[in-house]
């Protein structure tokens, strides 16, 4: 092999393992197809950056209520045809426990409501424990709050 070629390899090798970084940490709420079926997330706004709120309802189906220090977010699937869902970016890393507790910690309540009835988590314990086995991706960098 050429030396060339050698450190080519070298330096191909060397930006590849320094652009992997850690992924980025993603809040995806989703209300699945079906009538009747929402996701309502009750929160402090300290939980998410000013830039992350959403500018306006996109649909009737997605709907944010700002006040002084609370955020209402609900999202609803009230045509058969639609799947609705937003995502929220909490920068980069994972859903560790610190970044958990301070989810659970800035979240009054979660509602889920589909065919089964309607799920609340209202006590951190439950918010938590939901979290916890709802995550998904690598190294857990996806949270997903859904309503099937």
């Known amino acids: ?17 320094v652009s992997c970084g850690d992924p980025g ?13 929402s996701v309502t997330i009750y929160t402090h706004k300290k939980l998410f950056k000013p830039w992350d709120y959403p500018r306006e309802n996109v649909d009737s189906t997605k709907q944010v209520v700002i006040d002084t220090d609370n955020l209402i977010i609900h999202i609803a699937s009230q045509n058969i045809h639609y799947k609705s869902d937003t995502t929220f970016d909490f920068g980069i890393g994972v859903w560790d426990d610190t970044v958990l507790e301070d989810f ?40 997903t709050i859904e309503a099937k």
């Open 1 to 17: 092999m050429s030396e060339f070629v050698k450190n080519s390899l070298v330096i191909v090798t060397s930006l590849i393992i």
């Open 25 to 37: 940490k993603w809040l995806i709420i989703k209300a699945s197809s079906k009538p009747g079926v």
């Open 104 to 143: 659970v910690s800035k979240t009054d309540s979660i509602v889920i409501c589909n065919s089964n009835g309607t799920n609340r988590l209202n006590t951190k314990i439950k918010i938590k424990d939901y979290a916890r086995n709802h995550l998904s991706g690598f190294a857990n960098h996806i949270l």
